[in-house]
T-cell receptor, first 115, second 112 residues
Framework: AQSVTQPDIHITVSEGASLELRCNYS??????LFWYVQSPGQGLQLLLK??????LVQGIKGFEAEFKRSQSSFNLRKPSVHWSDAAEYFC?????????????FGDGTTLTVKP | DSGVTQTPKHLITATGQRVTLRCSPR?????VYWYQQSLDQGLQFLIQ???????AKGNILERFSAQQFPDLHSELNLSSLELGDSALYFC???????????FGPGTRLTVL
């Protein structure tokens, strides 16, 4: 069965500092990996996705993520955090190239940005 | 704005009651997904429909049911409601052969 682990429940960074949010997954075949962001009272918004090709993927809002198959990781990074990045971030894994959208989400990481 | 709409935004009801949540997917999307998000359970996949047919089932209780209509909108029916059913219910949609899901703003259900 597929699973996603986000080891950090809560992270606090200063505005302008760099950010890395960790995500480890377990999946028996080629995974389809996603990062979503959820602002308070809002639905989830896709930041970026990976299923093949370059292991470093660029997303919206200046985020990027790197797929490392050997480590089963898909960590999210941003070089300089803005106050508006404060939100909850979810990593997800789904079966690749199927219509069975049984995405499995991690428990989320809440990001607080200090001024 | 993801293009996915959900109604109502908020719903307050009593234990034992039945409610219906509605979702309209993005134009052109054939797949609809339902999720429950609560503080203690996190984001849980409930069920997926593709072009009117059930495609995948997750942690959906027997008291809950869903369907997707010919115009592709979907409804999630929750019956015999319990206090623990209080949560945010999200609908998401995607096109065929693409697991990139676009989420609606959610319906907040409060069971008193």
């Amino acid at each position: 069965a597929q699973s996603v682990t986000q080891p950090d429940i809560h992270i606090t960074v200063s505005e302008g500092a760099s950010l890395e949010l960790r995500c480890n997954y377990s999946y028996g075949a080629t995974p389809y990996l996603f990062w979503y962001v959820q602002s308070p009272g809002q639905g989830l918004q896709l930041l970026l996705k990976y299923f093949s090709g370059d292991t470093l993927v660029q997303g919206i809002k200046g985020f990027e993520a790197e797929f490392k198959r050997s480590q089963s990781s898909f960590n999210l990074r941003k070089p300089s955090v803005h106050w508006s990045d404060a939100a909850e971030y979810f990593c997800a894994v789904a079966p690749y190239n199927t219509n069975a959208g049984k995405s499995t989400f991690g428990d989320g990481t809440t990001l607080t940005v200090k001024p | 704005d993801s293009g996915v709409t959900q109604t109502p935004k908020h719903l307050i009801t009593a234990t034992g009651q039945r409610v219906t949540l509605r979702c309209s997917p993005r134009s052109g999307d054939l797949s609809v997904y339902w999720y429950q998000q609560s503080l203690d359970q996190g984001l849980q996949f409930l069920i997926q429909y593709y072009n009117g047919e059930e495609r995948a089932k997750g942690n959906i209780l027997e008291r809950f049911s869903a369907q997707q209509f010919p115009d592709l909108h979907s409804e999630l029916n929750l019956s015999s409601l319990e206090l623990g059913d209080s949560a945010l219910y999200f609908c998401a949609s995607s096109v065929l052969a693409d697991n990139e899901q676009f989420f609606g703003p959610g319906t907040r259900l409060t069971v008193l």
